[in-house]
Nanobody, 114 residues
Framework: VQLQASGGGLVQTGGSLRLSCAAS????????MGWYRQVPGKERELVAT???????NYADSVKGRFSIARDNDKKMLYLQMNNLKSEDTALYYC?????????WGQGTLVTVSS
């Protein structure tokens, strides 16, 4: 599976962005897919995921502000981010787990300025 993330950028506090991830390969065999983020000096952390179908999981810090979605026909994964905060600044990665194999996109940078 190859993943290409896009949609990052510079936004002011309170603003919105939508990240997109285009996938190729064994999309329909994926048992888990989602978004993670990382800032320098810290571990990569879960933002939002789909697991085993339509079960979603969100980090507490983004609940009520972020929403994960997907389009199976287009093999696309999305992350709608609203009411962005400075602490959301990070490199965002899309992720797919296919039968135990892990695949990561290249990351797209989100910078939230106050």
């Amino acid at each position: 599976v190859q993943l290409q993330a896009s949609g990052g950028g510079l936004v002011q506090t309170g603003g919105s962005l939508r990240l997109s991830c285009a996938a190729s390969g064994s999309w329909f065999s994926a048992n888990r897919m989602g978004w993670y983020r990382q800032v320098p000096g810290k571990e990569r952390e879960l933002v939002a995921t789909f697991s085993f179908g339509d079960n979603t999981n969100y980090a507490d810090s983004v609940k009520g502000r972020f929403s994960i979605a997907r389009d199976n026909d287009k093999k696309m994964l999305y992350l709608q981010m609203n009411n962005l905060k400075s602490e959301d600044t990070a490199l965002y990665y899309c992720y797919v787990n296919v039968l135990g194999d892990h695949f990561w996109g290249q990351g797209t940078l989100v910078t939230v300025s106050s």
